[in-house]
């Protein structure tokens, strides 16, 4: 009997679906600033406020454009790894509140030396249907999924 390969690697792209519910979001955000009774200042405050996250958000987890946005996973022997364009492929520990669902994986991890736990949401039109189902699978059934990086 053979033992099943430890290895696995997938990438995903920007997402349709999270961008368009990440803009209802942020609309609803908008439309309920200008429906409070709120002075003006605390209402520009607000609109500030979505407009700044929004700049922040979308290249780095939404449209996945900028350098430092995790676009791939691995697992290999020495452990789980993220790739961005920036710093290639990185060390992490997933963490046990990960979640895989067959809508949208979201991964919770942490990199080597850091202590701040990171999330990044893989939707399903994110990936090929097979791929996102791989992905799942290994998620939910991997050993030592948790284990800190080596």
């Given amino acids: 009997m ?3 390969s430890n290895s696995f690697e997938c990438r995903w792209q920007a997402s349709r ?6 803009l209802l979001a942020q609309a609803f955000a908008l439309g309920s600033l200008s429906l ?4 003006f200042w605390a209402s520009l405050l607000g609109v500030f406020a979505c407009l700044l996250h929004a700049a922040w958000t979308l290249p780095r987890q939404i449209l996945l454009s900028h350098p430092k946005a995790f676009r ?8 789980w790894q993220l790739w961005n364009q920036a710093d290639g492929w990185q060390a ?3 963490r046990p509140d990960s979640l895989a669902l067959p809508l949208i994986v979201v991964l919770r991890f942490r990199l080597r030396g850091e202590r701040r736990v990171r999330s990044i949401c ?3 039109d994110a990936q090929a249907a097979d ?3 791989r992905l799942r699978v290994r998620l939910k059934f991997s050993r030592r999924r948790w284990a800190a990086p080596e």
């Fill in 2 to 4: 053979s033992s099943p």
């Fill in 17 to 22: 679906q999270l961008l368009a519910a990440y």
């Fill in 36 to 39: 409070l009774s709120l002075p």
């Fill in 72 to 79: 791939g996973l691995r697992r290999e022997g020495d452990g």
């Fill in 92 to 94: 992490v520990q997933l």
């Fill in 122 to 124: 893989v939707p399903r």
């Fill in 131 to 133: 791929l996102h189902r």
